[in-house]
């Protein structure tokens, strides 16, 4: 199993990103597929997630900015960060609920 994170940059408050994260080693389509972070010094936290079948959730601190999506085709589950905060800042890690963490993509919101 293998989990590839990225999209992750330095971006002004009230700024946009998208994360991917490509997967392998596992039926991707039948797996229900979750974004974490890792701010510095604090706990991983989950972020929101996405079913096979393409139902969502998201944490209360990213809903309304922040959209979980995947294409079963590419194996890829993606994040699209909309206004973006300082707090958000942190390394986001993509997981199957099954797999060992990959290496992250940092995401740093600063003016």
């Known amino acids: 199993v293998q989990l590839v994170e990225s999209g992750g940059s330095l971006v002004q408050p009230g700024g946009s990103l998208r994360l991917s994260c490509v997967a392998s080693?596992?039926?991707?389509?039948?797996?229900?597929m979750s974004w974490y972070r890792q701010a510095p010094g604090k706990e991983r936290e989950w972020v929101a997630h996405?079913?096979?079948?393409?139902?969502?959730s998201y944490a209360s601190s990213v809903k309304g900015r922040f959209t979980i999506s995947r294409d079963n085709a590419k194996n890829t589950v993606y994040l699209q960060m909309n206004s973006l905060r300082s707090e958000d800042t942190a390394v986001y890690y993509c997981?199957?609920?099954?797999?060992?963490w990959g290496q992250g993509t940092q995401v740093t919101v600063s003016a």
């Open positions: 997981n199957n609920g099954e797999s060992a």
């Open positions: 080693g596992f039926t991707f389509s039948r797996y229900r």
């Open positions: 996405i079913s096979s079948l393409g139902g969502t």
